[in-house]
């Protein structure tokens, strides 16, 4: 997926993405935003991995640790 497809994906959802000035999400909203943006990444990267040999999870790890949940 390229990166105007998924923000073709958020602004169908939040129509107020497209327009300039702030935008403010609460808490829910954020979670919500990542937890979108999240599950797109996982499905495409399996998908795209699908015969792909495993790699370590270096990357994931460190994306865990920024947002708090290891």
Same mark, same amino acid.
């Given at each position: 997926m390229k990166k105007s497809q998924l923000w073709k994906i958020y602004v169908a959802k939040n129509?107020?993405?497209?327009? %300039?000035?702030?935008?403010?999400?609460s808490t829910r909203g954020?979670?919500?935003?990542?937890?979108?943006?999240? %599950?797109l990444?996982?499905?495409?990267g399996e998908e795209e991995n699908e015969h792909a040999p495993v790699t370590d999870s270096k990357g994931v790890d460190d994306l865990m640790k920024i947002f708090g949940m290891s």
């Open positions: 129509p107020a993405f497209e327009r %300039d000035g702030n935008v403010t999400l954020l979670r919500k935003l990542f937890e979108q943006t999240w %599950d990444a996982y499905h495409e």
